[in-house]
T-cell receptor, first 115, second 110 residues
Framework: GAGVSQSPSNKVTEKGKDVELRCDPISGHTALYWYRQSLGQGLEFLIYFQGNSAPDKSGLPSDRFSAERTGGSVSTLTIQRTQQEDSAVYLC?????????????FGPGTRLTVT | GQQLNQSPQSMFIQEGEDVSMNCTSSSIFNTWLWYKQDPGEGPVLLIALYKAGELTSNGRLTAQFGITRKDSFLNISASIPSDVGIYFCAGYFGNEKLTFGTGTRLTIIP
């Protein structure tokens, strides 16, 4: 079946502009995660959605970052007033605990460049 | 918070060599996952481990969940060019969020 998809694949924006990144999880997966990966670095957790529960926002680096998940499926990560340090690859993953354990399946990412 | 120490940070090997990398933690983990990331792609799940002592293979890849539940290793036998990439360990210790290691970059020298 279809995997996790993300759009756009690349986004170049000017400092100070807002951006929206989209994630379509695997159909039926109840959990959705956003991560940030800076060049040559590991994955930094941003936010986690599980079913209808309140999201775990503990990884969001500032109040310029927000995310929502509509209808328990598609998620949008919004970055307001972008800064150059926001440049990174933003990865989305989904999983379906407990049926499949906690195995997370990743999308291809959105490469964000803030000029 | 929980941290995963992954080593080595990078490896330079010749095609056909075997590879070994590992992750250690100061905390007990319930699940260990190993991922591979190619340039410009998201991480791809290679192996999942759920029980202490568990040894699981996926083709030329073998991974083990350490008996103390604080470590895991990944071995790749007879490396081939497509093995090039960054390998990440990741683990759960019970709060439904994965903790990732810092990655091992594998390069094959021609």
């Amino acid at each position: 079946g279809a995997g996790v998809s993300q759009s756009p694949s690349n986004k170049v924006t000017e400092k100070g502009k807002d951006v929206e990144l989209r994630c379509d999880p695997i159909s039926g997966h109840t959990a959705l995660y956003w991560y940030r990966q800076s060049l040559g670095q590991g994955l930094e957790f941003l936010i986690y959605f599980q079913g209808n529960s309140a999201p775990d926002k503990s990884g969001l680096p500032s109040d310029r970052f927000s995310a929502e998940r509509t209808g328990g499926s598609v998620s949008t990560l919004t970055i307001q007033r972008t800064q150059q340090e926001d440049s990174a690859v933003y990865l989305c993953a989904s999983s379906s605990p407990p049926e499949t354990g906690y195995e997370q399946y990743f999308g291809p990412g959105t490469r964000l460049t803030v000029t | 918070g929980q941290q995963l120490n992954q080593s080595p940070q990078s490896m330079f090997i010749q095609e056909g060599e075997d590879v070994s990398m590992n992750c250690t933690s100061s905390s007990i983990f319930n699940t260990w996952l190993w991922y591979k990331q190619d340039p410009g792609e998201g991480p791809v799940l290679l192996i999942a481990l759920y029980k202490a002592g568990e040894l699981t293979s996926n083709g030329r890849l073998t991974a083990q969940f350490g008996i103390t539940r604080k470590d895991s290793f990944l071995n790749i036998s007879a490396s081939i060019p497509s093995d090039v990439g960054i390998y990440f360990c990741a683990g759960y210790f019970g709060n439904e969020k994965l903790t990732f290691g810092t990655g091992t970059r594998l390069t094959i020298i021609p």
